[in-house]
Structure formats: structure tokens, C-alpha cells
């Protein structure tokens, strides 16, 4: 059993929906994202999402692209990510997960990232742009380290696709549920509910709802349908802001806090 696996069975048993945070890695430094993380899983995250900055994120609207590139600029690649994630295992057993791209995982290595990832103390993997079907060998190669790997559902994703992704996803679902990049969005689509009811019939995995969430109120609203909140532009938002105030980690935990209270 992983941390993710733990994670889950904790807030099945206080009957609480999760909080999870995004950030990108390196972004505005590499020592910033160490004291982010720390403070993130003080305001109430869950789990983690640690970005691997990538020079073409498709899935990615202009804030993450920008903080991307910033990080690119200041040296973050793979080697320096992993050596971020032991630094974070000193200190905090908080479930940790990479949303990388895939060209930076198969430049590395498809084993040897599997392996380097399990030493470092990675629990799960997102790569949003690998489809199912072409991720069979790294989807083995994580198996056998015992990493989960998370898959993608959208609104376009037809029914027989998605009960394959929903047997495919280990420590839990994640639901887009809506078309187009990441980014802060006003209103959220009205069809969650009935996306999510049918994942569900589909897998006993918790599914957890991203894209467009940054408001007290929108997480509260996806946490009555779903299993857990996913935030990442909003609070990349808030950073950015602050880059340059030495208030900037504190300022990111009092935004999170107003989010994660939503999921008690």
C-alpha cells in the first residue's frame, strides 16, 4: 500500500473529500516549491501535484505555461526534480505526484524513471498527454515499483473508453470536466455530476475533478459530487503574484486554507 492508497483509506474513514494542490516544480525556484509544499500540506492539501516544466504543455493554459518556461530558464529538469522530491521526503510523507509530459520521462529513460522515481519517493504519475493505449510499458514500468499511475477522463471521452481508462487508473480518477487548457474559469460546467455517477458505476476508484477549480465556492461545489477538489492555476496565480514578496509562502497558505476548509 502507497501513501496515495493510505491517503485515501485516512479520509474514506473521517468521511472527508480530498484537497489537492498544483504546483510547478522549480517555479520561481527550487527552494521556493520546497517551503511551498511544506506549507501546503499545513493548510489542509492531501496530496500534491509537483508540475515537471515541459517547453510545449499543451494541456496547459498561459499561467502554467508561463510558470513552465521560468522554471526551464532557472535549470529544472528531471534529474533536478527527482533530487527535489528525496529533499521532500526528509521532511514530509505527504503523497507526491509528478504531471509530467512524456518527452521528458522517455529522454530519461521509460525503467529507469520508474526506478529513479520509486528512490526518490514518488507514489503517482500523471502524463496527460499519453493515451492508454500507447502506455503500456511505462504503465508496467511503474507497476513493478508499485507507483500509480492516474489517467485523464473528459467530457469527450466516449463510454466504452472510459471504463477501460477507469480499470486502468491506480489511486484514483482524474476528471476534466471540461474541453480546452488549464486555467481559472468563472462558472464550472453543470454536467459534472452526471459525468462523475457515470464513472463511478465504472470503477470504485476515487475520481477527483480539476481543470477551472479556484474558488472557495467551485470547490466546494465539486467536492459534493466528487471524491476530491484539484486546484493548480489559481493557486500558480497567487504565487506569481507574490514571486518577488518574501509574505509570498505565507499568502499561498492563507489562499489554500480558504480552499481546503471547503473539503471537511
Known sequence: MNRIEQKNQELCLQKRKAFIAYITAGFPTAAATEQLVYTLEENGVDFIELGMPFSDPVADGPTIQAASCAA?????????????????????????IIMSYFNPIFKYGIKKFAIDAKLAGLDGVIVPDLPPEEAKELNQALRNQGIDQIFIISPVTEPARMKQIAKLSRGFIYYVPLTGVTGTRTSLPKNIALAVKAIKQSSKTPIFVGFGIFTPEQVKQVVKISDGAIVGSGIIQVIAQYSQDEQMVKKVGQYIRSLSQMCC
Not at 72 to 94: C, D, E, P, S, Y
Open 72 to 96: 526551464l530558464a532557472a535549470g529544472m529538469n528531471m534529474i533536478n526534480f527527482l533530487n527535489l522530491v528525496k529533499t521532500l521526503r526528509q521532511k514530509t510523507q505527504i503523497p507526491l
